[in-house]
C-alpha cells in the first residue's frame, strides 16, 4: 500500500524549470534573460497581463540588420487594447524560438511596440508550457515542461 501511494505522489510531480529573476531597481518588476532564434539574449520583463510578447521597432531593427530575424517574420497589423482601455495597432511578429533558462517555446507570437517601449514576455509565450509562475522567495520564474503543439 506505501509503494502505491509513494507511485500516485510521484506520478503527479511535473518537471519544472527555475531561471533566477532580475528585480529591477526602482519597481517591482522582474525581468528575465530571452534568447531569442538562438543567436542573442536580451533581458524581457515578465508580464502575465500582456496577451503576447512585446519588443520595440528599434530593437527589431537591430536584430534585422543582425540576421538575427528575418523581414518574414514580420507580419500583418493587429489591433490591441492597452490596460488603460486605449486601442493601438501594431505589426505582429513571429519569433522562430524563444528560449528562458533551459525551456524554449517555438513559432511564439509578438508585438512590435513603439519606439524605446519595454521589452514584455507575455502570454504568448507562458502559455507554452503545462504550467508558469513566479517564486517570490527564491525570486525565480518557474517553467513547467513544454506543451507540444502539432
Request: charged share 15%.
Amino acid at each position: 500500500m506505501k509503494k502505491l501511494l509513494v507511485l500516485l505522489l510521484l506520478s503527479n510531480i511535473v518537471l519544472a524549470s527555475e531561471v533566477h529573476l532580475l528585480q529591477t531597481r526602482f519597481d517591482a518588476t522582474f525581468q528575465v534573460p530571452v534568447r531569442i532564434n538562438d543567436k542573442v539574449t536580451i533581458n524581457f520583463t515578465v508580464d502575465s497581463g500582456a496577451i503576447v510578447v512585446q519588443i520595440p521597432v528599434n530593437f527589431v531593427d537591430l536584430l534585422v540588420k543582425n540576421n538575427v530575424i528575418k523581414l518574414s517574420d514580420i507580419l500583418f497589423d493587429h489591433k490591441y487594447i492597452q490596460a488603460n482601455g486605449t486601442e493601438i495597432t501594431n505589426k505582429n511578429i513571429v519569433f522562430k524560438q524563444l528560449q528562458v533558462g533551459d525551456r524554449i517555446a517555438y513559432n511564439v507570437a509578438g508585438t512590435i511596440g513603439a519606439p524605446n517601449s519595454l521589452l514584455l514576455l507575455g502570454q504568448s509565450f507562458f502559455q507554452n508550457f503545462t504550467e508558469w509562475g513566479i517564486n517570490n522567495v527564491t525570486h525565480t520564474l518557474i517553467l513547467g515542461e513544454p506543451i507540444i503543439n502539432h
